[in-house]
């Protein structure tokens, strides 16, 4: 018959046991984020596919809420059908395995440097709000600026696999076969292509994001409000969807970037100018006011300048 000292330590082993390691963590961590990642992959593609211009539909006719008659581009699931119709279902999965991959070693880049970020942090005796709000989004900026460095050159891949619909090219296949004719056509400089506008819109998001959340908490909502602390747990959401509306062209011009004159169809005129430099971009599309381009997925206007011909 056994002891209790020993049901005890037996019983000890056994939560321990199912007590989740970090490794267990992790693991989970980054099975999730691939499920994500591949059930977001279609929404991502038919952006990926409007931003280069790429409109193999043609605009239906519809009626704004005050009457007026416009010409609607297809939306999500029309274009989401066109692509099932010309490459199948698993079409709308074209470019998946860099994202997944990018998503796996952002989680791990991110967990790392999280860790020694928040050793640091810890030390420090911060004696203001305003003060603790700067040095976590310096903290947060470092995270995100590494984790984009270790992970921009999959996003390349994944871009250019998708954009190969456009012309229905295939040249970029397999994950090995992408990176060496990147690095035989362009060498390393080519896996980083539209970097920097992916850097700049995503520092410009976290910067703007805390720092407008912060003032808005700490001198528009009244202590005397009864649903404060609630209305403050969804300021920074809130600033979130607001700010990344302003901060997506650089997301764009990023993508844009990536596809240019990369040999791809959709990279190359008559599709898109040649461009010099992101700023360069940037300008062109301002010019033609395209900054948003792709950033909707519904009640897609044709530009004002083909409406006459409704009209008439």
């Known amino acids: 018959m056994e002891s209790p000292e020993n049901l005890s330590g ?19 961590v980054l099975l999730l984020g691939a499920g994500v990642t591949a059930v977001t992959h279609p929404l991502l ?11 193999p539909l043609p605009p239906t006719v519809g009626t704004t809420m005050f009457g007026r ?7 999500f ?14 079409g709308l999965f074209r470019g998946l395995s860099p994202r997944i991959i990018s998503s796996a070693i952002s989680t791990m880049v991110r967990s790392k440097v999280k860790q020694q970020v928040e050793l640091l942090f810890k030390r420090d005796e911060l004696q203001t709000s305003l003060r603790r709000v700067v040095k976590e989004t310096t903290h947060e900026m470092i995270i995100q600026c590494l984790s984009r460095v270790a992970t921009h050159p999959f996003h390349v891949m994944s871009v250019r696999c998708m954009a190969q619909f456009v012309g229905r090219e295939v040249k970029y296949g397999g994950m090995f076969s992408c990176i060496v004719r990147i690095f035989k056509e362009e060498g390393v400089s080519g896996f980083y292509v539209g970097l920097i506008p992916h850097v700049l819109g995503e520092a410009l998001f976290l910067w703007c994001c805390n720092l407008l959340a912060h003032f808005i908490n700490t001198y528009a909502v009244d202590e005397s ?26 997301m764009l011009v990023a993508d844009l970037m990536a596809v240019n004159n990369c040999g791809l169809v959709a990279g190359l005129p008559p599709n898109s100018p040649i461009f010099k430099s992101w700023m360069h971009c940037w300008n062109h599309l301002s010019r033609k006011g395209h900054l948003f381009r792709g950033s909707s997925f519904f009640f897609r206007r044709v530009p004002v300048t083909s409406l006459p011909s409704i009209e008439d």
Do not use: C, N
Not at 13 to 27: A, H, I, K, L, R
């Open 10 to 28: 037996q019983e000890v082993g056994v939560e321990q046991d199912t007590t989740p390691t970090s490794v267990d963590v992790d693991t989970a």
């Open 45 to 55: 593609y038919v952006k990926l596919l409007i931003q280069v211009g790429h409109e």
């Open 69 to 75: 008659r416009v010409l609607y581009l297809p939306g």
């Open 77 to 90: 699931f029309s274009y989401a059908q066109h692509i099932v119709k010309v490459d199948g279902k698993r």
């Open 225 to 250: 409000f009864s649903q404060a602390s609630a209305v403050r747990s969804y300021t920074k959401f809130v600033m979130g969807i607001a700010v990344s509306v302003l901060t997506y062209p650089f």
